[in-house]
């Protein structure tokens, strides 16, 4: 176990559906991120936070709602999503965003959630 | 672009022999990180060489880096059917805040 429990593993849901992804993190963290991983497409970084608040953004659709409640928990919320939004998510966390030579930046991920959109 | 790029992008070899895997990358780093990802799950760190190291060692994997190449590799010796996964380089730009950047990964299968 790495630290970092995703729910739900998996996920299928219709278009006009809304659900969301929740994130937990054991390990004390400052920092978590929401990642989007689509076969054959690299990992591609959704949301960075960093003591609570959205420090990064990297031009994510706004069907995707992230919400960071505190520095342990991390939740996306999604609504209309698109069929090309299925995708395997993956939450991660580092005990800060690092800087320097330092292994603070070195990231701990959950196993996912696997998500299907009809 | 892309910050780091692995070669080759998938990598098959036989149980015992050794694999070597490439990264390179375009700006100045704070650090190089190799993480392993299993089919259908979250990436798992490795190792993690500085900018200032040149090689590094963890049980059957050794890295290395050439910051004037702005290259690493990593390679695994003696491998096994259970190394059979992907892995990805990520690296740490340098400033304050050096939040990790992957590449694409490769993909090794180890036959049995």
């Known amino acids: 176990e790495t630290g970092v429990t995703q729910t739900p593993r998996h996920l299928v849901m219709g278009m006009t559906n809304k659900k969301s992804l929740k994130c937990e993190q054991h390990l004390g963290h400052n920092a978590m991120y929401w990642y989007k991983q689509s076969a054959k497409k690299p990992l591609e970084l959704m949301f960075v936070?960093?003591?609570?608040?959205?420090?990064e953004n990297n031009s994510v659709p706004s069907r995707f709602s992230p919400e960071c409640p505190n520095s342990s928990h991390l939740f996306l919320h999604l609504h209309t999503l698109q069929p090309e939004d299925s995708a395997l998510y993956l939450c991660?966390?580092?005990?800060?965003?690092?800087?320097?030579?330092?292994?603070?930046?070195?990231?701990?991920f959950g196993a996912g959630t696997r998500l299907s959109v009809l | 672009s892309q910050q780091g790029e692995e070669d080759p992008q998938a990598l098959s070899i036989q149980e015992g022999e050794n694999a070597t895997m490439n990264c390179s990358y375009k700006t100045s780093i704070n650090n190089l990180q190799w993480y392993r990802q299993n089919s259908g799950r979250g990436l798992v760190h490795l190792i993690l060489?500085?900018?200032?190291?040149r090689e590094k060692h963890s049980g059957r994997l050794r890295v290395t880096l050439d910051t004037s190449k702005k290259s690493s590799s990593l390679l695994i010796t003696a491998s096994r059917a259970a190394d059979t996964a992907s892995y990805f380089c990520a690296t740490a730009r340098t400033g304050a805040n050096s939040k990790l950047t992957f590449g694409k990964g490769i993909t090794l299968s180890v036959r049995p």
């Open positions: 936070y960093s003591l609570e608040e959205r420090v």
């Open positions: 060489i500085r900018s200032n190291e």
């Open positions: 991660a966390s580092s005990q800060d965003l690092g800087g320097g030579a330092s292994a603070k930046n070195i990231q701990y």
